[in-house]
């Protein structure tokens, strides 16, 4: 999957959990505590590599395949969730009142969009954005 593809749907993630965060706040408690669980679990089930081990590999052979192929998987997911936290602390440490995090993570999301329409291959926004 691409960075920018995972950047757009940590962006969900971290959209998603605010409105959830939101109604859970009106509804004084209320709110679906493992919704939040579901959307990360597809997260991870979409951006995990398939792995196929044949039987006969020892233990050393898989975890170094296992290592290598979920390694890149992982690098990304921390990727996008660092380079959205740095986007939200920098406006939040701007002290800037009127922009909400909604809009930090939907300006966010249309730079990774116009970056992925761009080709970023594997390795993109977060080196431009």
């Known amino acids: 999957m691409e960075q920018s593809e995972v950047l757009k749907r940590v962006i969900g993630i971290l959209t998603e959990a605010g409105e959830m965060q939101r109604q859970a706040e009106q509804e004084a408690g209320g709110g679906d505590a493992d919704a939040g669980g579901s ?18 590999a020892s233990v050393e052979e898989v975890a170094l395949l296992v290592g290598r192929e979920v390694g ?12 959205a936290f740095i986007a939200l602390a920098q406006v939040h440490d701007s002290g800037e009142q009127e922009v909400t995090s909604a809009d930090v993570l939907q300006d966010l999301a ?17 080196e431009s954005l």
Request: negative net charge.
């Open 72 to 83: 890149g998987a992982v690098e990304q997911l921390v990727g996008a969730f660092t380079l």
């Open 110 to 126: 249309l730079r990774a969009e116009e970056l992925s329409a761009g080709g970023d291959g594997e390795n993109g926004p977060e």
């Open 39 to 56: 959307i990360v679990t597809t997260l991870l089930n979409e951006t995990m590599p398939h792995i196929a081990i044949s039987a006969d």
